[in-house]
């Protein structure tokens, strides 16, 4: 069975309103003069933007591991996302603690 309609438009909507929350803070930010505050700002948006290709990954890679369709949509539709987000901020915090110890 195929994701439904519903599940499609839920996940849809959650990741389009992720990937909308940072778009307008990083023309602010470079307005603003704050380019390493731009830089981050558009890793983020590009990194839950490209969250769709992700998805698709993720579910084809956890049924090859043998999940069912289900399952694998469940967890492609939030992984998509959350971890590659949460990695991105890692990097960029990272970054900044680098950039100030040294």
């Given amino acids: 069975m195929l994701m439904t309609r519903r599940d499609f438009l839920q996940s849809s909507l959650a990741a389009a309103g992720a990937a909308g929350l940072p778009l307008p803070k990083a023309p602010l930010a470079i307005k603003k003069g704050l380019v390493d505050q731009h830089k981050e700002?558009?890793?983020r948006s590009y990194v839950v933007t490209?969250?769709?290709?992700?998805f698709r990954v993720?579910?084809?890679?956890l049924q090859g591991a043998g999940f069912?369709?289900?399952p694998a949509i469940e967890i492609a539709a939030w992984s998509c996302w959350a971890l590659p987000l949460l990695i991105a901020e890692v990097a960029i915090q990272a970054r900044k603690i680098a950039q100030v110890s040294s």
Avoid: E, N, R
């Avoid at 490209?50 to 992700?54: I, N, R």
């Avoid at 993720?58 to 890679?61: D, E, L, N, P, Y």
């Fill in 41 to 43: 700002w558009t890793i």
């Fill in 50 to 54: 490209f969250g769709f290709v992700t």
């Fill in 58 to 61: 993720t579910q084809i890679a």
């Fill in 68 to 70: 069912g369709l289900q």
